[in-house]
Nanobody, 123 residues
Framework: QVQLVESGGELVQAGDSLTLTCAAS????????MGWFRQAPGKEREFVAA????????YYADSVKGRFTISRDNAKNTVYLQMNSLKLEDTAVYYC????????????????WGQGTQVTVSS
């Protein structure tokens, strides 16, 4: 069993940077692929980024590629999402997820989810 707690979301201005943190409980954390997803008001939850257990491979949605960076610290059971050059359309609740059964981009693939943290980007 894994519990995930996201933090770091806040109100920022367009162009600002922000780092989200996902703290995980459970000894198996270091073996899990981890993902970040987001859900904007009135929209479906969508894939943002994922990182395999070693941290050596990362994957991004086209909309955030070059602006966001996912990383992890297995010693701290933590995964991060560094977000740069934030845009209005990045406004959403951001969710951390763990242990996908198959494709890392698929929402239905993940076994564990956090409660989310709100990121609001203003002009």
């Amino acid at each position: 069993q894994v519990q995930l707690v996201e933090s770091g979301g806040e109100l920022v201005q367009a162009g600002d940077s922000l780092t989200l943190t996902c703290a995980a409980s459970g000894r198996a954390f270091s073996s899990y692929t981890m993902g970040w997803f987001r859900q904007a008001p009135g929209k479906e939850r969508e894939f943002v980024a994922a990182i395999i257990w070693t941290g050596r491979s990362t994957y991004y949605a086209d909309s955030v590629k070059g602006r966001f960076t996912i990383s992890r610290d297995n010693a701290k059971n933590t995964v991060y999402l560094q977000m740069n050059s934030l845009k209005l359309e990045d406004t959403a609740v951001y969710y951390c997820a763990a242990d996908p059964r198959s494709g890392y981009r698929s929402i239905t693939s993940y076994n564990y989810w956090g409660q989310g943290t709100q990121v609001t980007v203003s002009s």
